[in-house]
């Protein structure tokens, strides 16, 4: 006859979590936590241990055990008028980092604060500068890459993805609209932001994530266009590994198994059918994604 379980291993016995190591007394509330937690291959993972972090900076903090401490990029520097801002230098490159398009942007009524501190920009270089309309049209004649304007709001069809950083401040200084999954912003991004989920600056992700500084004295907007397109190259570039991608689904696996069946499973396959609630750059390679060239 097969010895009965020992009541007292039964007591200790804790439910381990594959991705992110956490320890639960009830099965119930390992499921609970996969639920919410959106593991996946595409999350940051330590190089040590493997353990998954929601951002690179929450991979840091537990790597030094201190927590409290044809594509295109477009950059869009701003002039102050009195009810707000309005874009008065654009600069657009694509992903080899040649110079597309770089204007200065007239404005349409006095400018009360040029912020020439920040971005150099005078009088003088917007007294003949292009109108916003006639910016406008060249901008979007290079995104749309001949698509229309109905399949480019359908599913992108051709058009060209758009880099930035807070990319949506920059299409609001222009006035301009752009599909959401065509935008790719390094401001945003889940494995970029703080691990309370804020940005981090421009500056800041340069410095950490290619190594050097930028925006040290008047801010050029060509060099912000080269750092975003790199951060976002760098990011795209990793190697998941993972057959099939492309057929994740928008929801959790989750949702589409009774908990009596979730409970039968073990961690592991509790994992295989987790998914990442946000979608991972990497996943523009395995797609026709133009970034220009």
């Known amino acids: 006859m097969a010895s009965e379980p020992d009541p007292s291993e039964s007591r200790t016995q804790r439910h381990k979590c594959p991705a992110c190591y956490k320890q639960f007394k009830r099965k119930l509330h390992l499921i609970e936590h996969m639920k919410i937690s959106y593991h996946s291959v595409h999350q940051p993972r330590c190089g040590v241990c493997q353990k998954h972090c929601k951002s690179f900076e929450s991979v840091r903090e537990h790597i030094s055990g201190n927590k409290d401490r044809a594509l295109y990029r477009i950059s869009c520097y701003y002039v102050r008028f009195n009810y707000g801002c309005k874009a008065q230098w654009v600069c657009l490159v694509d992903e080899d980092e040649n110079l597309i398009f770089h204007t200065y942007v007239r404005p ?3 400018v009360s604060n040029y ?14 500068a292009m109108p916003l309309n006639e910016v406008q049209d060249k901008i979007l004649k290079i995104l749309h890459n001949g698509e229309s304007v109905g399949r480019i709001r359908l599913d992108g069809g051709k058009g060209r993805l758009l880099v930035g950083h807070g990319i949506q401040h920059d299409l609001d200084c222009l006035r301009m609209k752009y599909p959401g999954q065509l935008l790719r912003d390094t401001a945003k991004y889940r494995p970029l932001v703080k691990t309370n989920l804020l940005s981090h600056s421009l500056k800041h992700l340069t410095k950490t994530y290619l190594g050097y500084d930028i925006q040290s004295g008047i801010h050029d907007p060509y060099e912000d266009c080269i750092s975003v397109m790199r951060l976002y190259k760098r990011m795209r570039g990793q190697d998941h590994q993972v057959e099939g991608l492309g057929n994740e689904k928008a929801n959790s696996g ?37 970034l220009g060239s």
């Open 108 to 110: 349409q009524i006095p």
């Open 115 to 128: 912020r020439y501190e920040v971005n150099g920009v005078t009088e003088d270089h917007l007294r003949d």
């Open 254 to 290: 989750f949702d589409s198994i009774r908990s009596t069946e979730l409970e039968k499973l073990t961690p592991d396959e509790l994992y295989e059918i987790s998914i990442s609630d946000y979608k991972c750059w990497c996943l523009d390679l395995s797609k026709e994604c133009s």
